[in-house]
T-cell receptor, first 110, second 115 residues
Framework: QQQVKQSPQSLIVQKGGIPIINCAYE??????FPWYQQFPGKGPALLIA?????SEKKEGRFTISFNKSAKQFSLHIMDSQPGDSATYFC?????????FGTGTSLTVIP | EPEVTQTPSHQVTQMGQEVILRCVPI?????FYWYRQILGQKVEFLVS????????KSEIFDDQFSVERPDGSNFTLKIRSTKLEDSAMYFC?????????????FGQGTRLTVV
């Protein structure tokens, strides 16, 4: 059973656009929802994370929206830049174990 | 800035051979993890380790896998008899986990190629 479902698989936006990446999870026990950014040849790097007691968290140009009742959360990138081109993974879990989504390859066109 | 370091960056091994992947977690972290990523696919959880023992493991982490913290700094993943399908990027991660809050920092990965 896939614990975390992520969409879309790939996304192309113009510079300045607002790409949105969506994730849905199954396990209501999950209490931590990080997003990771991965550049080619590098490990995933923590970008932003949210806990289920808030519905939105913003850090710089990155915003997580969280809908606990729907078991969904999404990443919004404001004023996207070519340097944001990377693969983005959502994850969900509790304690020590995270389950990752399948990743979204984002390309921001100059 | 503290970081998780992994060695080697790339290892090629023959099928059936044993490999050991090494990681140095961030020094004050308490939880350690191994994940793998088959080329172009999602990151998959293998195992977590706390207080010198495995705390959780996935179905992937079968008897051919083992982990060890042989000293105060290294964290290793051993694959006893490698198979072709073990070819993947292996990521080590560590976290400083306090009650209800967890974040993991990943190393740059070891690319394992089994031939």
């Amino acid at each position: 059973q896939q614990q975390v479902k992520q969409s879309p698989q790939s996304l192309i936006v113009q510079k300045g656009g607002i790409p949105i990446i969506n994730c849905a999870y199954e396990n209501t026990a999950f209490d931590y929802f990080p997003w990771y950014q991965q550049f080619p040849g590098k490990g995933p790097a923590l970008l932003i994370a949210i806990r289920p007691d808030v519905s939105e968290k913003k850090e710089g140009r990155f915003t997580i929206s969280f809908n606990k009742s729907a078991k969904q959360f999404s990443l919004h990138i404001m004023d996207s830049q070519p340097g944001d081109s990377a693969t983005y993974f959502c994850a969900a879990g509790t304690g020590n174990q995270f389950y990752f989504g399948t990743g979204t390859s984002l390309t921001v066109i100059p | 800035e503290p970081e998780v370091t992994q060695t080697p960056s790339h290892q090629v091994t023959q099928m059936g051979q044993e490999v050991i992947l090494r990681c140095v977690p961030i020094s004050n972290h308490l939880y350690f993890y191994w994940y793998r990523q088959i080329l172009g696919q999602k990151v998959e959880f293998l195992v977590s380790f706390y207080n010198n023992e495995i705390s959780e493991k996935s179905e992937i982490f079968d008897d051919q896998f083992s982990v060890e913290r042989p000293d105060g700094s290294n964290f290793t993943l051993k694959i006893r008899s490698t198979k072709l399908e073990d070819s993947a990027m292996y990521f080590c991660a560590s976290s400083l986990s306090t009650r209800g809050i967890t974040e993991a920092f990943f190393g740059q990965g070891t690319r394992l190629t089994v031939v």
